[in-house]
């Protein structure tokens, strides 16, 4: 199996988009967002290539401006529109600016790896692969990783120091230049639309704990493949996916024409969504009427109180909370401790992730079946189509 940094970024953040890219093999089609990233990536790019001198900022704005059009003019559909275009230019002035390329010692750029991930429970052999965007050599000891971003999220030090993609990223420039393992690597993050870098760094037990944490992905997906189980998990990252008129969850906003009993399927939508809007501010309003009855009580010294359409009355029931380890002391001789503890798949769901490979495995041996349970969320906000 091989499997690239992005397919397993995928995986984690919608298995079905993961198996329409991976296992379909269903090229996803460009939006105006990864279209706007990869040129302003090869802008970058561009920069960073003597040929023999560095390009002129000019140079760079042409050939942005260049590949611009091209793409605007392929991708009739797609909204690359002058703004998108402004902010392009706007970020590589800042960007040349604040990095002249003679001041940096690249090694390469667009630099392609490959590992092998080696361990006994995978019954195949598999190869994680990436491209990393530079790699540049700061001095005779320290090197450092560059990966350009073009999103708005600017992420916090903590989720930096925390990020699957850079630990794949040091394990990926370790195996391709294994005498680097004694040096320092830097890892960075270089929001390009706020000219801000981020950089962390792994130590070795970070990437054996990065190596068995892509041992455990790559075996949940061959899970999932087996299972024919890839959910479809809608996030806010659904605005930028490329499958929605494909995918169950968003399929019938690009396909209500040609759905059948589509007024009458409509007239129930609008129903259902009245009703549980009415349900949630009813729920609402009772709580705050119920605060201000139990205040009205406790400053009367009464339980009970009268209006013209009825009564309400309060009673007051005192529940025991006992000490969970006395209690166990005392049932457990009895043999009555194990009844009193029901089984709770929502808090197994909880431990599971902190608990050890081996330990998870062995549970999800003993899953004799799963059981599905449909579930009706509402939302009263209106979606539109991307095209
Ligand atoms: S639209 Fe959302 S839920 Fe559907 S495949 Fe894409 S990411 Fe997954």
């Known amino acids: 199996m091989r499997v690239s940094y992005s397919a397993l970024n995928d995986y984690k953040t919608c298995p079905l988009k993961f198996k329409y890219k991976n296992i379909d093999k269903i090229g996803e089609p460009e939006n105006a967002e990864r279209v706007f990233g990869n040129l302003v990536h090869d802008a970058a790019e561009f920069m960073f290539s003597p040929n023999p001198l560095y390009p002129t900022l000019d140079e760079i704005i042409n050939r942005f401006n260049k590949n611009f059009d ?116 830097k890892l960075s993050f270089y929001y390009l639309k706020h000219g801000e870098k981020i950089t962390t760094s792994r130590a070795e037990k970070d990437l054996e704990e990065t190596k068995n944490k892509i041992v455990n992905l790559i075996k949940d997906i061959k899970q999932k493949e087996r299972e024919n189980n890839f959910p479809a998990t809608p996030t806010i990252l659904c605005n930028w996916c490329g499958y929605q008129n494909i995918c169950p969850m968003w399929r019938h906003l690009y396909k209500k024409e040609e759905t059948p009993n589509e007024a009458e399927i409509q007239q129930i939508i609008g129903e259902y969504l009245s009703i549980k809007s009415g349900e949630t501010k009813s729920k609402l309003r009772i709580e705050e009427l119920k605060q201000k009855i139990h205040e009205f009580m406790d400053s009367q010294k009464i339980d009970r109180i009268f209006g013209e359409s009825g009564y309400i009355t309060r009673t007051i029931k005192s529940t025991p909370v006992y000490d969970p380890e006395k209690l166990r002391q005392i049932l457990e001789p009895l043999g009555k401790w194990s009844e009193l503890l029901e089984f709770d798949d929502s808090k197994l769901s909880e431990i599971m992730e902190f608990l050890p490979p081996q330990t998870k495995e062995d549970i999800n041996k003993a899953i004799v079946k799963t059981k599905e349970t449909k579930t009706l969320t509402a939302s009263n906000k209106k979606s539109i189509r991307e095209t």
């Open 70 to 185: 091209e793409k605007k003019s392929k991708n009739g559909e797609i909204k690359l529109d002058d703004g998108l275009r402004e902010e392009g230019i706007r970020i590589i002035k800042n960007f040349y600016k604040k990095n002249p390329p003679w001041n940096y010692n690249v090694l390469d750029l667009e630099s392609r790896f490959e590992v092998a991930i080696e361990d006994n429970s995978l019954n195949e052999p598999c190869v994680l692969t990436g491209v990393i965007d530079r790699f540049d050599k700061l001095d005779e000891n320290t090197y450092e990783i560059i990966d350009y971003k073009t999103g708005k999220k600017l992420p916090s030090q903590d989720d930096i120091d925390r990020d699957l993609q850079m630990s794949i990223y040091n394990l990926g420039l370790i195996k391709r230049w294994p005498h680097l393992k004694e040096k320092k690597i």
